[in-house]
């Protein structure tokens, strides 16, 4: 029997200047850019999560400015789990502005860089859906905080 693992997560859209904040996720499908951000501890509000994981994994006190949305992510047997398992990711997402702190990488996380990335650069960068997802949260701004992935 598959065990099912459902994983609620919280993440900040920092957006300067051109530039979006992103860290770089060491896990077990390689390595690849995403929001900072990660799951929730038990009993943990999301809006402290995203803010605890930004500074965890940037260096950087972020405010939340809005809640954006929230994203699902469902598949089998994903690569990082150390057991077969039918994942369920809720991600919430959450716009938010650098107000102090510098930028470092995290050590001993599960994100080895941090960066501030020209958008302009999306294209070509080896990065998450979740980056996509919540860049184009941010700029619909969808009312029922949720954006269609195209089939």
């Not at 992103?22 to 850019?33: M, S």
């Not at 979740?130 to 184009?136: E, F, G, I, K, N």
Request: aromatic share 6%; glycine share 10%.
């Amino acid at each position: 029997m598959v065990k099912r693992h459902l994983r609620v997560g919280a993440y900040a859209v920092c957006v300067e200047d051109g530039k979006i904040l992103l860290a770089r996720w060491a896990g077990g499908e390689g390595k690849q850019w995403t929001l900072p951000g990660g799951g929730l501890q038990h009993g943990e509000d999301p809006y402290d999560a995203a803010v605890r994981e930004v500074e965890e994994e940037t260096g950087y006190t972020v405010e939340i400015e809005r809640l954006l949305g929230i994203d699902t992510l469902h598949q089998r047997n994903p690569r990082w789990l150390t057991h077969d398992a039918d994942f369920h990711g809720v991600r919430i997402v959450y716009a938010a502005r650098v107000t102090g702190g510098e930028l470092r990488h995290e050590v001993n996380g599960s994100t080895d860089l941090a960066a501030w990335i020209e958008l302009d650069r999306m294209a070509d960068l080896d990065r998450s859906r979740l980056v996509d997802t919540a860049l184009a949260l941010d700029a619909e701004r969808p009312p029922h905080g949720r954006v269609i992935p195209p089939r």
